[in-house]
């Protein structure tokens, strides 16, 4: 192996397990004499039964240790500023510009409380308003919310609205269905799910995506709408998706735009003109906020002007030159998330739009596009790796292939490659969505961040672990070797007599249940 | 010109790249998107400003039409908090490698995964109970997710939950829950702001599948009969949600220690700015047994053994649960929620201590019980309006005057009054409900005391 990368391995105790009793990293401001002398007992009024018996267990730690722990562990996590990160397929990791870090930690940000009257917070109200203009924009679409706090938080948001629209209609209770994919994201079946639907899912025909037929047999008069990802999460664009859109409007059916990821289609193709009714983008994919490590994040979801009353309360309103919330929306489903939302990502993603412009946000799809296909170009020389479809040798953003040959070839499959990469600095390659329908998946997506020289360094990696694999596939196999640990013994993670989500279910279990197993080092 | 965000913009590299690819130009790459879906226009956007000073310029322009709370005398609550946020919060999670990770897993993320796993291990022993996950957006979602799993649990489908409630968590829970859900709103105690515990008594039966119950609750009254609920849903086989803010557990009887099936809350308080409501993260936690984990599909971290020994791993516990795998089968939504802010609460806690915590816990109850004191002595004011214990929030009623006129005279003499409750509680009259941390000394509310008399007189 002739990777030079090694990963921080500091094989830092657990946070619990540094310091001593007596130390400790934080003094709160206590109250005044005077405060203590008028107000002597705390507690007075809470019934002894009701206060803390023991204290809290927590670390007992001074601050400069506390400090290095979790600057060691930062220091064993590859975000994209520190590692090429597009093995990551379907989350769009790309560049997020540092000014806007600056920018939201600003006190005209991170000062400002929810409830201020809205005369005080004009600029962040401008702001939300100018984004919702942008998204209004890039999709088609006449009306945004920017409240609900994540992709899958936007789906299901639309689904409430697609119910809403139903009820409105005194159709509620008999269009209890929505149709979606199964490349689609599955948060485009759990969201309508969890607003209530049953959900009826299209599988692929040999194209990659769902025939026409299929979607036919699919409609009744109980559909309310379609909840669809395209291109699908293999990066398959169905051609016929403007006959989708019109065949589910005659039974009826609202269309939703799963644009989560529309990295390869900002410029290029809009939700309107394919007869979307609902859409939504994440910010922090597409719209470059970072995913800070699984939020927070926002999902924007987007609206036909005639389904705007719908939205979830309050909305941004211009009245003039003056911003205002507005509360007044008697059709509304309700709220999704407390407040507006995470309004700090809407200053990253306003900030990222406008250093574009129309021009460099088309150029954005266009390169990304361009990443995929040149990254596809380098990874078709890997042995045994194939094409699940026709359809998949051209992709848009991203692809999903199978090193099925490989796997039977070597014993050495998707998930272990991805594991080894680790090895090179690159942070691992998505496999695929559940359930597994190409064997062996990876699916990269190589957004616009990324350098010819970014992509011929994955390319190389990938290929340099291949022939690895064919030479010693269980040197492969017990990788990876130079990360902040080894591989691990995951059968723990599913087993409820062994999984220890915290050292307080790892004290409970070790003293009542006998049949618990020790811990034990056996990797799987 | 080659912008600066993407490197692959430069003519040359370009044309290389596709010369190995095989095509002639980009648009050879999107054949499969039919021409007359191509928007082919210009997108209506304003021109592009890729310079860094002038955009920053721009920018900030916009955002300085914001008076921050923080630079203004404040006291707004209601589910976001203006607390002391350490330094070293903030210096932990502007790190880039956090910042700009996601969804990258045990080789690649193991230190994000150990920082995660820690703030399960220190929220579980907050609230005593074994299993916390990866917190959801808010304490309204969280709440709402442990109450839908309340429902899935029990296959009943009714839940009881305080009148005494936010309007946000009340609009949230309308959505989320009430399209097959009855929600039954169970009143307060108009002198103490307790819930009504016989109120409780006749609503329960046999077909409630949760109870939910806060402390403190909307009017910041510290619910003590919270024991007492749980024990009344369990009687009627219903599970008890409890919600609690952290900042009180340092004092108070964590959720766990009287029988609670979920707790849920918001840990924005612990090191998070309020950023408009930005710094919001509901934590939920549970017991440890399947069934109810099955429920629940947030994110779990596990700890596990490696192939070094001595050295630990950490990985999802049970992904094959989470709606990534089940799609529309069974599973609530999830996906990402607030980790950053997860981290930012572990290193929160791990500052504080159980000895911080709890100085935290009796500071807040000593400042607010004095303010509210010093408020009620004004004349024209009557308070605090209710009689239970507070934790950092009470309620007041002007006796004749409206609140957003008294707000909009507070404001112009730079003090943000407390939350208007007269359009949420029309019942409680001319009445706001007021936060007062470790930010706030006692000049501060000296002053407030002195301009709120003046402003009434």
């Known amino acids: ?524 | 010109m080659p912008h600066p965000y993407i490197p692959n913009s430069a003519p040359k590299v370009r044309a290389e790249m596709l010369r190995i690819i095989g095509a002639k130009s980009i648009d050879d790459l999107y054949t499969t998107v039919p021409k007359e879906l191509r928007y082919n226009d210009r997108l209506p956007l304003e021109e592009g400003i890729p310079e860094e000073g002038r955009l920053r310029r721009h920018v900030t322009g916009i955002l300085n039409k914001n008076t921050p709370a923080t630079e203004m005398l404040s006291f707004l609550g209601a589910g976001c908090y203006q607390h002391e946020v350490p330094a070293v919060c903030d210096e932990i999670n502007r790190r880039g490698e956090f910042v700009t990770s996601y969804a990258g897993d045990t080789y690649g993320d193991h230190g994000r995964l150990q920082a995660l796993w820690e703030f399960q291990d220190l929220m579980a022993e907050l609230v005593e109970l074994d299993v916390v996950t990866t917190p959801n957006y808010d304490w309204s979602t969280a709440a709402a997710m442990a109450l839908r799993s309340c429902v899935m649990l029990t296959g009943r489908k009714r839940v009881l939950v305080p009148a005494a409630l936010l309007l946000d968590r009340r609009l949230v829970f309308a959505d989320y829950l009430s399209h097959d859900v009855q929600v039954d709103e169970i009143p307060f105690n108009e002198e103490t702001g307790l819930l009504d515990l016989d109120a409780l008594r006749a609503a329960l039966a046999d077909d409630v599948a949760a109870v939910y119950i806060e402390y403190p609750n909307a009017f910041g009254v510290v619910d003590y009969q919270a024991p007492e609920v749980v024990e009344l849903a369990h009687e009627h086989g219903a599970l008890a949600v409890v919600g609690a803010d952290p900042t009180g557990l340092g004092l108070l009887a964590a959720p766990g220690s009287f029988g609670a099936d979920f707790a849920v809350g918001d840990v924005q308080p612990l090191g998070m700015h309020m950023s408009y409501g930005g710094g919001l993260s509901g934590y939920l936690a549970f017991h440890n047994d399947p069934a109810v984990i099955e429920s629940c599909p947030a994110f779990i971290f596990a700890k596990t053994a490696t192939l070094e020994p001595g050295q630990n791993g950490f990985g999802y516990l049970n992904f094959d649960r989470t709606h990534y795998v089940k799609r529309g089968e069974g599973s609530q939504n999830g996906g990402t929620t607030t980790a950053l802010w997860a981290i930012t609460a572990a290193a929160y806690l791990g500052l504080l201590g159980p000895q911080g915590l709890r100085e935290l816990g009796e500071g807040l109850m000593q400042r607010s019980r004095y303010a509210a004191e010093r408020l009620g002595e004004i004349p024209g004011v009557t308070g605090p309006r209710f009689s239970g214990p507070i934790l950092k929030e009470f309620v007041i009623t002007y006796d004749n005057h409206e609140v957003a006129a008294v707000d909009d005279a507070l404001r112009a003499r730079g003090i943000f009054g407390g939350k208007d409750l007269s359009v949420d509680f029309p019942t409680l009259g001319r009445s706001s409900l007021w936060a007062v941390t470790e930010v706030h000394t006692k000049d501060d509310i000296d002053r407030l005391v002195e301009v709120l008399t003046e402003v009434l007189a």
């Open chain 1, 1 to 524: 192996m002739t990777a030079q990368f090694q990963q921080a391995r500091w094989n830092e105790p657990l946070l619990s397990e540094i310091g001593s009793p007596g130390e400790r990293g934080y003094i709160p401001s206590p109250p005044e004499a005077e405060i203590i002398a008028r107000v002597p007992d705390a507690l007075s009024g809470i019934p002894a039964s009701f206060q803390r018996a023991e204290p809290p267990r927590l670390p007992e730690v001074a601050q400069p240790q506390l400090m290095r722990h979790f600057m060691r562990l930062s220091q064993e996590t590859m975000g994209n500023d520190v590692a090429v990160d597009f093995g990551l397929g379907t989350c769009t990791m790309k560049y997020s510009p540092k000014v806007n870090e600056h920018l939201v930690r600003l006190p005209e940000v991170s000062g400002l409380h929810p409830l201020q009257h809205v005369d005080t917070v004009q600029g962040i109200l401008e702001i939300l308003w100018r984004l919702e203009q942008m998204l209004c924009a890039i999709s088609g679409l006449d009306r945004f919310t920017l409240q609900p706090p994540s992709g899958s938080a936007a789906v299901y948001t639309n689904a409430s609205i697609v119910r809403a629209y139903h009820r409105s209609r005194g159709e509620g209770e008999q269009r209890n269905e929505i149709i979606s994919s199964i490349f689609s994201h599955p948060c485009d079946q759990s969201g309508p799910y969890s607003a209530g639907y049953k959900i009826v899912q299209l599988y692929p025909g040999p194209n990659g995506y769902p025939e026409v037929d299929a979607l036919k047999a699919a409609l009744s008069d109980r559909t309310a709408g379609i909840v669809i990802t395209n291109p699908e999460d293999t990066g398959i664009y169905n051609p016929h998706i403007k006959e989708f859109t019109r065949l589910v409007h005659e039974a009826g059916g609202l269309c939703v735009y799963d644009q989560a990821n529309a990295n390869g289609m900002m410029g290029i193709a809009r939700a309107k003109e394919a007869g979307f009714d609902l859409c939504h983008f994440n910010m922090h994919k597409t719209f470059s906020s970072p995913h800070n490590g699984m939020g927070p994040a926002m999902g924007a979801s987007g609206v036909r002007e005639d389904l705007a009353r719908f939205l979830p309360a309050p909305v941004v309103e211009k009245r003039g030159d003056l911003f205002e919330l507005d509360w007044n929306r008697p059709e509304s489903i309700g709220k999704v998330r407390s407040f507006v939302g995470n309004a700090q990502i809407a200053v990253r993603s306003y900030s990222w739009i406008l250093a574009l412009g129309p021009d460099g946000i088309r150029e954005v799809a266009e390169t990304a596009v361009l990443n995929a296909n040149y990254l596809a170009a380098l990874l078709r020389e890997v042995p045994g790796m194939s094409q699940p479809f026709p359809t998949s040798n051209t992709p848009l953003e991203q692809f999903r292939w199978s090193l099925e040959g490989f796997k039977e070839e070597t014993g050495v499959g998707s998930s272990d490659i991805s594991r080894n990469l680790s090895d090179y600095g690159l942070q691992p390659i998505f496999t695929s969505h559940h359930p597994y329908l190409v064997p062996e998946p990876i699916t990269p997506e190589p957004a616009e961040s990324f350098s010819k020289a970014d992509l011929d360094t994955f390319g190389n990696a990938f290929l340099d672990i291949a022939h690895r694999a064919q030479a010693d596939p269980d040197e492969v196999l017990n990788g990876p070797y130079r990360n902040a640990c080894r591989r691990i013994d995951s059968a723990a993670l599913d087993d409820p007599y062994r999984w220890v989500p915290s050292s307080r279910a790892e004290r409970t279990r070790m003293c009542n249940a006998a049949e618990s197993a020790p811990l034990h080092n056996q990797p799987s």
